[in-house]
Each structure stands twice: as C-alpha cells, then as structure tokens.
C-alpha cells in the first residue's frame, strides 16, 4: 500500500461512486502480488513487504523487544488489514520471542476483506510465513464481515473489524499498545489518514503506546502532532527517505 507519491491530487482520492464490487476489485501483477483498482495501489511495498513490516512497523514500534518483559495483554491496533501480511510476520517473530506470560491480540480495521484464496496466492511469496499463511487461510470465514474473531495459538489471538476505520476504532474498547497505520498511500486514500481518525486513535493508545507508519506526507505528520503523538522520523524502508514513528506521553 505505498506509492512514493505523497501529493494529494486535486480531486481527491475518494471513491464514493464506485460500486461494491469495483472497490473490492483486485488485479495480479508479478505473478502473485495484488494490487487494488479501486485504490489504483499495491498491497504492499514492491520491494519486499515482509521486510519492509520487520522494518516500519515491527521496529518503529520497538518491537519485538517490547515484549520481552510483558505481562497480560499486548495489543496491536492496524489500519487495513489487506492480505494479512503484517500479521503473519507479527505472529512469527512474536512466537520466537513471546515469555509465556503474556498475550498478543492483533486489531486490524478492513473496510474491504479479501477473501481466503486470494490472501493465500498474495501471501504465498514468502516461505518464511509459509506456516502462518496456512493457518490463517484455513481459519479464515469464508463472507467475512462485523468483527471476525481468530483464535491463532493458545497466546495469540487475530480480530478483524470490518467496516469503516473511524466508526470501528471509536466503537472499539480496547486499550492499544502500538499501531500499524498501514492504509492504502495518503494520495490515494486520505480519508484513512485524517486528523478524524488520528485523534480516534490517539484517544485509544495506552499511556506509552506507540504507532509507526511507512507515510511520511507533510499532512500525515501534521495530524498526527494534532491529535496528541510526539513525533520521531525515521529513515524509510528500501530507498525512502522518511517514515514516522510515535509515542502517546502520560498526560
């Protein structure tokens, strides 16, 4: 989900005319990589989206590190869910380095679910989440729609909110520890990454909590100083120059 290109086009990137079907339309370039025509973007860096996940969101976040100590519940909040890429390289590295005394619980907010064959062909790239992928795909509803709730392991459970992000962040009654603000680019979809939602967010995140995103457009970083996060860039993944990294302080 990442253009380069963080200009906003003049007419904006909404597509409120489109039809249920077109928005959920994929198309299949490289082999096995989706991209969406209704966001006219891919699902994920074109470079490597694994590594770009350990990089962005894994690390921005100070993971998994963060969880070497951790009692109760972690818990990460992502904005689109997409192929379920981020949370199989999640799963993986949080099974080698888990401490038995805690749980992880992965949010993810999707207006637009793929179905289970299609997140298995996106996933099936990489070998090293080959055992993830499998049990995701085969966990999977086969109309997934509401709150889809997975129990992955004994320590890790998936929920997926289906619907618009604003409405699923704000009605949701979890604490979040970090945040995958992983939305289609800022160009092509802004409505993802209005100061609406960052303020949602922002007002979900635990004290400390954290976010980290791939964007770095110039009214991304802003709402997200808006609605409360101190800000830290990053050097980018594969050849960009900036991501964006965050911590929620106590008030």
């Known amino acids: 989900m990442r253009n380069s290109n963080d ?8 597509t409120g005319s489109a039809t249920a079907e077109s928005r959920t339309a994929l198309d299949w370039r490289d082999g096995d990589m989706p991209y969406s025509l209704a966001f006219d973007d891919h699902f994920y860096c074109q470079t490597d989206g694994r590594l770009e ?10 993971l998994p590190q963060r969880w070497l100590d951790r009692e109760g519940t972690f818990r990460i ?26 749980m992880l619980h992965f949010i993810s907010f999707e207006l637009y679910p793929m179905k289970a064959d299609e997140i298995d062909r996106a996933l099936s790239r990489w070998p090293e989440i080959d055992t993830e ?22 320590e890790t459970r998936l929920t997926v909110v289906c619907g618009e992000a604003f409405a699923g962040i704000s009605n949701s009654t979890e604490s979040f520890d970090a ?13 993802m990454w209005s100061l609406e939602i960052m303020q949602a967010l922002f007002a979900k995140t635990a004290p400390e909590g954290t976010f980290a995103t791939y964007a770095a457009a110039g009214f991304v970083r802003r709402n997200l100083i808006a609605a409360g996060f101190d800000l830290e860039r990053r050097k980018g993944f594969a050849g960009k120059r900036e991501m964006l990294c965050g911590t929620k302080r106590p008030a």
Do not use: Y
């Open 53 to 62: 996940c350990g990089h962005v969101f894994l690390s921005g976040n100070g």
């Open 133 to 154: 992928r499998k049990a995701l795909v085969a966990l999977w509803p086969e109309e997934p729609q509401g709150r889809v709730e997975i129990a992955l392991d004994g």
């Open 77 to 102: 909040g992502e904005l689109g869910f997409g192929t379920g890429l981020n949370l199989c390289e999640t799963w993986r590295q949080w099974k080698e380095m888990r401490n038995g005394r805690s």
């Open 7 to 14: 200009t906003i086009p003049e007419t904006g990137a909404e």
């Open 179 to 191: 945040w995958f603000l992983d939305g289609f680019a800022p160009a092509r979809n802004p409505d």
